[in-house]
């Protein structure tokens, strides 16, 4: 089993992943991340970057992801598939479940300041794909 599990500007709490953490492990699953960004040359502050620091730039957003998720899963982030995506992140989402053949997508782990709602009707409405809706926090 695969599950996506999706994360913006704002990583879910360690509170919020330890709840679902559980059916990850019941699963047997294999994690996937999905870090999306709205404008990858913001991340980070780094706004002048040129087309040839790209790849300097997804390779400090994948640390960056790695980082954020270590913090909450500890060492299920060293074999995690992480993903980079920038732009609409119910595309993102939406095209990475499908490459990767995703089982489960999750969505809602993070702030409410991310509007996991807009993301996650967006993701409903355009895939097939099993959603968990989780709510954080609450």
């Known amino acids: ?8 500007a704002t990583a879910p709490s360690a509170e919020s992943v330890s709840a679902f953490r559980p059916l990850i492990d019941a699963a047997g699953a294999r994690l996937h991340v999905i870090y999306t960004h709205a404008d990858p040359l913001l991340a ?21 992801a790695r980082e954020k998720l270590g913090a909450i899963v500890g060492n299920a982030a060293d ?7 920038s732009g609409d992140p119910v595309r993102a989402i939406v095209d990475y479940s499908n490459d990767a053949k995703i ?36």
């Open 1 to 8: 089993m695969n599950i996506l599990l999706h994360f913006g």
């Open 79 to 85: 074999s995690a598939t992480i993903q980079l995506g």
């Open 103 to 138: 089982d489960l997508i999750v969505i809602g782990l993070a702030s409410e300041g991310d509007d996991e709602s807009a993301v996650a009707r967006g993701v409903l409405d355009a895939t097939s794909c099993s959603l968990l809706v989780w709510r954080a926090g609450t």
């Open 44 to 64: 980070g502050g780094q706004n002048d970057m040129n087309p040839a620091s790209m790849p300097e730039l997804h390779a400090g957003m994948e640390a960056e």
